[in-house]
């Protein structure tokens, strides 16, 4: 089980980022992935997920038509394409694949390293 995302970094309000989650095969291409968050302090939450196929999605509230999930299954890639960031935007970034083809919000498995999104005010 592997994945690994990245693409974090420093941003100001406003600006965009990228992140990718690369994932082996075998974990991710008949798998549905999420990716969630952790700021300083609170718990991890639900960010956005994405079916097997990238027919279906889903997002959290607090990021709906701002931030966009992908996959690229050539690839074995995910992405989340985050604009419009916010101050609290700030956390840790993780993926995660989950056992079935399509889910929602909880439920997954496999998880990689995170990578940090630091959104300046």
């Known amino acids: 089980v592997q994945l690994q995302a990245s693409g974090g970094g420093l941003v100001q309000a406003g600006d965009s980022l990228r992140l990718s989650c690369a994932c082996s095969r075998r974990t991710c291409s008949n798998n549905a992935v999420g990716w969630f968050r952790q700021a300083p302090g609170k718990e991890r939450e639900f960010v956005a997920t994405?079916?097997?196929?990238?027919?279906?999605?889903y997002y959290a509230d607090s990021v709906k038509g701002r931030f966009t999930i992908s996959r690229d299954n050539a690839k074995n890639t995910v992405f989340l394409q985050m604009n419009s960031l916010k101050f609290e935007d700030t956390a840790v970034y993780y993926c995660?694949?989950?056992?079935?083809?399509?889910?929602?919000?909880?439920?997954?498995?496999?998880w990689g390293e995170g990578t940090l999104v630091t959104v300046s005010s």
């Open positions: 994405i079916s097997w196929n990238g027919g279906i999605t």
């Open positions: 995660s694949a989950h056992p079935r083809s399509v889910a929602h919000s909880d439920g997954y498995r496999y």
